[in-house]
Nanobody
Framework: QVQLVDSGGGLVQAGDSLRLSCAAS????????MGWFRQAPGKERDIVAA????????YYADSVKGRFTISRDNAKNTMYLQMNSLKPEDTAVYYC????????????????????WGQGTRVTVSS
């Protein structure tokens, strides 16, 4: 089992930065691929970024490429999403997610692959 607590959201202006954190508990964290998803009002939840269990492989949605950076510190059981140059269209509830234990070196982008979810943290970007 993995329990996830995401945090770091807030209200910022366009162009500002935020760093989201996802603190995990559970002995399988180090073998779990992880990801950040977001859900804007009235829209489906979409993948933002994903990272393999080792941190060696990462994925970014086209809309955030070059602005967001996903990382993880397995010693601290924590994953991060550094968000720079924020835009109003980044406004959403952001969720961290983790897979079950995996020996694959890949990231995962499909929501159905993830077994564990944080409660969500709201990011609002004003213009």
């Amino acid at each position: 089992q993995v329990q996830l607590v995401d945090s770091g959201g807030g209200l910022v202006q366009a162009g500002d930065s935020l760093r989201l954190s996802c603190a995990a508990s559970g002995r399988t964290f180090n073998r779990s691929a992880m990801g950040w998803f977001r859900q804007a009002p009235g829209k489906e939840r979409d993948i933002v970024a994903a990272i393999s269990w080792s941190g060696d492989s990462t994925y970014y949605a086209d809309s955030v490429k070059g602005r967001f950076t996903i990382s993880r510190d397995n010693a601290k059981n924590t994953m991060y999403l550094q968000m720079n140059s924020l835009k109003p269209e980044d406004t959403a509830v952001y969720y961290c997610a983790a897979t079950g234990p995996t020996y694959s070196g890949s990231y995962h982008v499909r929501e159905s692959t993830y077994s564990y979810w944080g409660q969500g943290t709201r990011v609002t970007v004003s213009s």
